[in-house]
């Protein structure tokens, strides 16, 4: 018996020999017989790809015998737990291939591979062993919506909660959005703040899921995905428009002034309105529509806006663009007078009735009334004139009357208009001055000076046009 090493290869032969007479007598050798020693064969290195201290199920992973040398004619033979596994594969292929990894496939395995030399296979020392470590995935987390609404608009700002289940240890959160990562938090807390967005002018759905990482025997583990969560997001009410209706650049005192919110078309329904003068909130009218008998208190800048219901949440539109609105009083009375000042004329004589407006002389129309007809000098014949200044802007003005007679008799008034931010405001009318009259059948001679200065408003002028009064003739 020989324990074979690296220098006993040789040819060997026995002879023996028997005692005859207390002699030995040898036999022949016999042939002999040739003994070849060969080292072992190298060991193989299994190795996992990849190489993790614990797998999940359903990964995939593969387990390669390397061969030193990669020696012909040999084949790999894989062994778990001590068993051998079927299937020997060549050397050209010693990779064992595992799909998808169960919780069957946790053991250790080793590999070894044998070869023929001079007719007899070799086995090779066993590999190193793997061990093979298989865990379920850590359990999957619920994700909530806060505030949770049926359905959102756009603006809307929503708390995004990720929570693991107990007993877990999370190190980081991940959010998605139909698949697609979102962000990610390190951490032991998965909340997000966002704000949701509505595609243009259509409706959109938003759908979050999420997961978490877990450290298990050194191995940083994702969670399944969360269950999704869906939402629609409308989008948000649109801003009205403000209307003032009538539209003027300025309002008088006592005037009433529409302010009418109109609202875009949409897919909401109005339920009610408001006004904002200056930012500060007005009583709420019931429609569109709030009527106001302005004044100069009533004078700002105006908004308006409407509430609407989404699954029962009460919603309010944006303001509408900024509407300025101006009130002020009427200009003030004016101040008729007459010449002569009792108010009794005579047939033939002249009459002057003049309107005196105070304050600043800005750019006014006067008019005259009788009776309270307005006074048109162009329709009433030559008889009746007015002395309108060109430029507008003085403070007063006449009516003259060449000739009085029983037509002109009557209660006249007057008033002027005043130009503020391009529109004409009327003031109120004068107090009104009966004019009366002296008239007989024949009529009197009456001698007229050729000239008479009249004091009108503080102001004189000379009214010439009587100076054809000189040459009348009694009849």
């Known amino acids: 018996m020989l324990t074979v090493e690296m220098g006993d290869s040789s040819e060997y032969s026995c002879a023996y020999w028997v005692l005859r007479a207390s002699r030995e007598i040898p036999s022949r050798e016999s042939p002999p017989v040739p003994v070849a020693v060969i080292g072992p064969l190298p060991v193989p290195q299994l190795t996992a790809s990849p190489a993790h201290p614990v797998y999940v199920v359903g990964e995939a992973m593969a387990l390669t015998c390397s061969i030193p040398g990669a020696p012909t004619l040999a084949t790999v033979q894989f062994s778990k737990d001590g068993g051998e596994l079927p299937s020997p594969l060549l050397n050209d292929s010693p990779t064992l291939q595992l799909a998808s990894i169960g919780t069957g496939h946790a053991g250790t395995y080793s590999c070894w591979y044998q070869r023929w030399e001079s007719g007899r296979e070799i086995s090779s020392p066993p590999s190193g062993a793997v061990a093979i470590s298989v865990l379920d995935p850590p359990r999957k987390p619920s994700v909530s919506l806060s505030p949770d609404y049926p359905a959102y608009v756009a603006g809307d700002r929503v708390e995004i909660n990720c929570s693991a289940p107990p007993g877990a240890s999370p190190v980081q959160y991940g959010l998605y959005e139909i698949g697609e990562p979102l962000g990610s ?61 009538p539209p003027l650049p300025l309002y008088v005192t006592g005037e009433t002034v529409t302010a009418e919110c109109v609202v875009p078309a949409g897919p909401f329904v109005p339920r009610a309105h408001w006004v904002l003068r200056d930012g500060e909130a007005l009583r ?7 009527p106001l008998n302005v004044t100069p208190s009533d004078s700002g800048t105006y908004r308006c806006g409407y509430s609407t219901e989404l699954h029962g949440r009460h919603l309010r539109s944006p303001p509408s663009d900024p509407v300025p609105l101006s009130v002020t009083d009427p200009p003030p009375q004016p101040v008729l007078s007459m010449d002569p000042p009792s108010g009794v004329v005579s047939e033939g004589l002249p009459v002057l009735i003049t309107c005196a407006a105070p304050g600043d002389a800005n750019e006014r129309r006067f008019h005259f009334y009788k009776d309270g007809a307005e006074i048109i000098p162009g329709d009433a014949g030559s008889e009746i004139s007015t002395t309108e200044p060109s430029t507008g802007s003085m403070n007063f003005s006449v009516l003259s009357i060449l000739r009085a007679s029983p037509s002109n008799t009557g209660e006249f008034s007057c008033g002027y208009e005043v130009n503020m931010s391009g529109r004409w405001i009327p003031s109120p009318r004068s107090q009104a001055l009966n004019v009366t009259g002296n008239f007989t059948v024949t009529a009197q001679c009456v001698t007229f000076p050729l000239a008479r200065d009249l004091a009108v408003g503080g102001s004189f002028f000379v009214i010439n046009t009587l100076i054809f009064f000189i040459t009348h003739r009694c009849c």
């Not at 938090?185 to 899921?209: H, K, Q, V, Y």
């Not at 709420?284 to 709030?290: A, K, R, S, T, V």
């Open 185 to 245: 938090l390190t951490g032991n807390a998965g909340i997000w703040w966002m704000d949701l967005e509505a595609n243009n002018t259509r409706n959109s759905t938003w759908s979050f899921s999420c997961a978490y990482i877990e450290l298990i025997q050194g191995r940083a583990l994702t969670s399944h995905a969360s269950d999704p969560v869906s939402v629609s997001v409308l989008p948000a009410p649109a801003a009205p428009s403000l209307w003032l209706i």
């Open 284 to 290: 709420e009218p019931p429609g569109p529509q709030l």
